[in-house]
């Protein structure tokens, strides 16, 4: 069975090179086989000038997005390369939906990851020196293939068809057992680790016996989003006073992503990513299992395969990026895809760096 599935890896990621190549290119060949559109933006870098970019994840999605995206240039090849490796038309799921089939794991997350770097257009057509001078990228989840695109880490088609691997596995862990995320501000003395201790001991007492509830997502200062089977979830929206919560919120996704419970996704992901061609990104990409640089080839793979069921480390990776001695200034900040949640917890967790943030809208166009 795994000597055929990786037999049909490999015809897959065969098509989807020539459809790469197939696609219009710059005046001058791209080196080795970077995908045409994606080779232009990494210019020369500028040292005394900083851009940074933020690509959002899974949750920012919503019907109408890209609309405003259309009359840059590649962002129809983008799509037109996407559906003949998704296998369905992704173009018309951003632009009409129906919601419910867009909002599925298996759907948005490729949905995300193309819409952010057609973003990329937009900026690269009315901001060329942000994207000339960009240092360094981060991405939310799924958002880090975006950023390693762009870093030059990947090939575009060849992330897409990872992504799509890693959605579809992540749809079915999703299955496996009831379970979600909330969403989760705390006060001061909020301990969230204890919370999600007494969360997993009332799922014994139900008779689950390997509870999973953990924080997923680290946001900013007193924000989290805890993950795991449905009755420890329960429990906490129903404690929450005395946990110290001040808000719960339950997110609309499909599985407690981040955690244990998206075990069995690893291994599909991590044999996709043996698959493609993965270099050392040409500028500063950092990592959400640790917070850290992308380092090497091997590096990227081990952290993205970890990535699905370690948290999100999101307030320790913008403590990275902007950590500055006093009296230097930030760098412009641009948050590339939809949603501004990037940038509201850049605001939650660094003010100073916020007050550079720009969000490169989907949705409109303007003249």
């Not at 089939?101 to 995300?112: G, S």
Request: charged letters at 20%.
């Amino acid at each position: 069975m795994k000597a055929v599935h990786r037999g049909k890896v490999r015809s897959l990621l065969h098509l989807s090179r020539r459809l790469t190549t197939e696609q219009p290119g710059p005046a001058e060949p791209s080196p080795g086989s970077q995908t045409p559109e994606i080779q232009q933006w990494r210019l020369r870098k500028d040292p005394r000038g900083c851009a940074v970019l933020l690509f959002p994840g899974q949750g920012s999605q919503f019907v109408g997005m890209v609309g405003g995206l259309l009359q840059y240039p590649n962002v129809r090849d983008m799509f037109s390369v996407a559906q003949r490796i998704l296998g369905y038309d992704l173009l018309s799921l951003c632009l009409n939906g129906p919601e419910k089939e867009l909002q599925k794991t298996v759907h948005c997350q490729p949905a995300v990851f193309v819409s952010s770097l057609a973003a990329v257009e937009r900026l690269n057509h009315e901001n060329p020196k942000a994207v000339e001078t960009c240092v360094a990228a981060a991405g939310f989840s799924v958002g880090e293939f975006a950023a390693l695109v762009f870093s030059g880490a990947m090939d575009f088609a060849e992330a897409l068809y990872v992504v799509k691997v890693r959605a579809e596995a992540m749809q079915r862990a999703s299955e496996l057992v009831p379970s979600g995320m909330l969403s989760v501000i705390g006060r001061p003395q909020a301990q969230y680790k204890q919370a999600c201790l007494q969360a997993k001991e009332h799922c014994r007492s139900l008779g689950i016996q390997e509870p999973v509830c953990s924080v997923a997502n680290y946001l900013f200062p007193d924000g989290r989003v805890i993950a795991g089977h449905q009755q420890a979830l329960d429990f906490l929206q129903q404690k929450s006073r005395s946990l110290h919560f001040i808000r719960t919120k339950p997110l609309s996704v499909s599985g407690a992503f981040h955690t244990d419970l998206m075990a069995s996704a690893s291994e599909p992901l991590r044999d996709a990513l043996r698959d493609v061609e993965v270099r050392r990104p040409e500028i500063r990409v950092y990592s959400n299992v640790d917070g850290k640089r992308y380092m090497s080839e091997s590096h990227i793979r081990r952290q993205l395969a970890k990535q699905v069921v370690s948290p999100v480390k999101w307030e320790q990776t913008l403590h990275e990026i902007y950590e500055r001695t006093q009296g230097e200034s930030f760098p412009h900040t641009y948050e590339v895809g939809p949603g501004k949640q990037l940038g509201a917890t850049l605001q939650k967790c660094n003010r100073k760096a916020f007050q550079t943030y720009v969000h490169v809208d989907v949705g409109t166009y303007e003249e």
